[in-house]
């Protein structure tokens, strides 16, 4: 049905035949209109108390590839996810793995405002966080969104056109409650095709994700679902999900959805907000200090006439809230370069606020157009002092070494063969014997043998006395451990 529904399209416009004008020219509220009455019937969706899916799916990591230039690596999960829409709340459980991990089977439900997470057996409860986003996926299902916006017209403005596919798409705005969204509708079956939302990214600025549905089939009930849905960030595909069976009002067993009240009196409820941002100067030798705070963590040495900070991870934010630690701690004495591990987006979030600064920025040669690009990111959405500024970034580019500074608290910055990615640096601080490298070595050397058998051979390659491995995750690491796991 649906291949001949392609080909009649194709047929219809090889003849010449043009959507009708009462099409192109309706209302926001007659495109959601028409939208509803295409998967079955505004009263037939409304009707829809459940839904089970089996699905099968591939995300890409998308900025955690080899190189900026590489396509993304990916996990493969598969899983079955139930829709109790009478109660609003759901269930998730899924089996996944990445591509050099163990496989993880969980179960995630959402229910009442509060979450349960089970992972391989293991009970807690679920994040402020991640249950506001399982009810945002809910509210955004096609058939809730559209229901909504057909009880909401005026929450509904014309957006024009857009070109996807090769076909043209009328697009309308919502903008309702917590969300503000662009709908796309197919002119030919009216039908739902994309769901666009616009957000900020420290990489990206403005960042555009898209969800696109296609394969409409009936549910059940007279209703018809999607059974693919492809998620894109930037036009970058991020999501692939195939649903290879949909089931509407189909009842459900009431155990799926309990929450035991052991978890339920321990688990948070929103809103959520984002949580604060410290940083901690742990000193690990004289003049070198770790700076630590959430889950990724920076190196700073103290040389005579500056600092050198190797690493700025996650976002201006965080990296801004080191830089103000660091003024406060070392009056006078500027940050005189910043060195960037690797491209890979959570090492490299904070990156616009050292360019704003104007500190120079260390990195190899193959992140240097990467850098360039996060510079020149257009950011609308929250306009920061580097969009209002417009700085280039000062790069110092790496081919095989570098060294800042002299004495024992030089900072000797070695490219990093590694199977992690291309373009990797790691730096090196004669005073204490502290290296330092970023995801190579996790903070578990004992369980990472491929990564300590690549420290081990740059840091014997050119004789480093290396004592401790201070990474940007995890613990401070003793070097006679990356040791024994490289033997193993």
Known sequence: ?????????????????????????????????????AMGGAAAVRGVSTVAADYHAVLYQLGQAESP?????????????????????????????????????????????IGLLETDGRFAPDGVGPVAAAERAMRREPDRLLLTALAHPEALSAAGTTRWRGETLDAVGIAFGPDTLTLFFDRYTGLLTGVESLG???????????????????????????????????????????????????????????????????????????????????????????????????????????????????????????????????????????????????????????????????????????????????KTVAPDALA??????????????????SGERRVVVYVLPTAHGEGMLAAFVPAGGIFFTSDVLPGNAASVAAGSREVMALARGHRLAVTRVAGGHGDVMPWADVERAAAR
């Open 69 to 113: 230039q590489s396509p993304p690596r990916s996990s493969v999960v598969t899983g079955r996810v139930f829709t109790d829409w009478s109660a609003h709340r759901r269930v998730r459980v899924q089996d996944g793995r990445t591509a050099a991990g163990a496989p993880v089977r969980s179960r995630r439900v959402t229910a009442g405002g």
């Open 1 to 37: 049905m649906f291949l001949f529904h392609r080909e009649f399209r194709s047929l219809a416009l090889v003849a010449g035949l043009a959507v009708p004008a009462s099409l192109a020219s309706q209302t926001p509220a007659e495109r959601v209109a028409r939208a509803l009455d």
């Open 388 to 405: 209002r500024r417009g700085r280039d970034a000062l790069l110092r580019e790496v081919t095989d070494s570098l060294v800042l500074g």
């Open 200 to 378: 900020d990214h420290p990489i990206l600025g403005d960042g555009r994700t898209a969800t696109w549905y296609t394969r409409w089939q009936e549910a059940g009930g007279g209703v018809r679902l999607p059974r693919q849905a492809d998620v894109t960030l930037n036009g970058q595909a991020q999501e692939h999900w195939v649903f290879t069976a949909v089931t509407a009002n189909a009842p459900l067993d009431e155990t799926l959805f309990a929450i035991p009240d052991s978890i339920a009196a321990r688990a948070p409820r929103g809103p959520a907000t984002p949580p604060g941002i410290t940083v901690t100067l742990a000193e690990l030798a004289p003049g070198v200090w770790r700076a630590e705070g959430a889950s990724h963590h920076s190196l700073v040495v103290e040389q005579e006439r500056e600092l050198v900070l190797i690493e700025a991870p996650l976002s201006p934010a965080r990296v801004q809230a080191v830089l103000d630690t660091l003024r406060a701690r070392f009056p006078g004495k500027p940050v005189g370069a910043v060195v960037n591990t690797h491209y890979h987006w959570d090492h490299a979030g904070g990156l616009r606020a050292v360019i704003v600064a104007g500190i120079p920025i260390v990195t190899h040669e193959r992140n240097a157009d990467f850098i360039h690009g996060v510079a020149a990111a257009r």
